[in-house]
């Protein structure tokens, strides 16, 4: 008796740890909860996060190609063995570089003038330029744009950071702290 159950826990304790384990992979705004780059939450931005693994195994993740882009940039040395990025729709990861791009249209981008969009299906796309506009694009289209992009976007996001943390001084001024 005392094997037969050895022989039906232990496959259900190791099926058990083995989804487990698949849960907590597919999780990775769990692993990294923040952009490296700007702070960002991950989860609130799953549309377009991205998360960038290494050939020395490293792993990082993002918020935004914009994001992806400079850590791009910042680790030439560095080989990524894969690039995925949230599905605008269904904020599942794809392959980055299988996913049909929406760059442009009227839809406010993460981190970037020119918006961004991933899609898994060809379909989602169209649907999504018909209705906000953009053209399709592949990845390395995209991930150009991030880099033409970089100027004008890093002059915008400090414009912006500016203008909250002079709201943030006056309201503290009205409360009756100093600011310097």
């Known amino acids: ?3 037969l ?37 991950r989860t609130k931005f799953s549309h377009s996060r991205t998360l960038v693994t290494y050939d020395d195994g490293t792993v990082v993740g993002t918020c935004s190609i914009h994001c992806a882009a400079v850590e791009l940039a910042l680790n030439i040395d560095k080989t990524p063995t894969s690039i995925e990025v949230g599905d605008y729709n269904t904020r599942k990861l794809i392959d980055a570089s299988k996913a049909f791009w929406v760059v442009g249209g009227d ?3 993460v981190m970037t003038k020119r918006a961004k969009w991933a899609f898994e299906s060809r379909e989602d796309a169209d649907a999504f330029v018909k ?11 995209a991930i150009k744009g991030s ?19 002079m709201k943030v001084k006056a309201i503290m001024e009205q409360q009756g702290h100093k600011c310097e």
Do not use: Q
Not at 7 to 35: E, Q, R
Not at 131 to 141: K, Q, R, T, V, W
Not at 152 to 160: L, P, Q, S, W
């Open 5 to 41: 159950k050895k022989v039906f826990i232990l496959p259900a304790c190791l099926g058990f740890l083995c989804a487990a384990g698949v849960v907590f992979a597919l999780d990775d705004t769990a692993a990294y909860k923040s952009c490296k780059y700007c702070g960002m939450d």
């Open 107 to 109: 839809k406010p981008g």
């Open 1 to 3: 008796m005392m094997k």
């Open 131 to 141: 209705a906000n506009g953009g053209g399709i694009s592949s990845y390395d289209e």
């Open 147 to 165: 880099y033409e992009d970089m100027y004008a976007d890093t002059n915008m996001i400090r414009e912006r950071r500016k203008m909250k943390m």
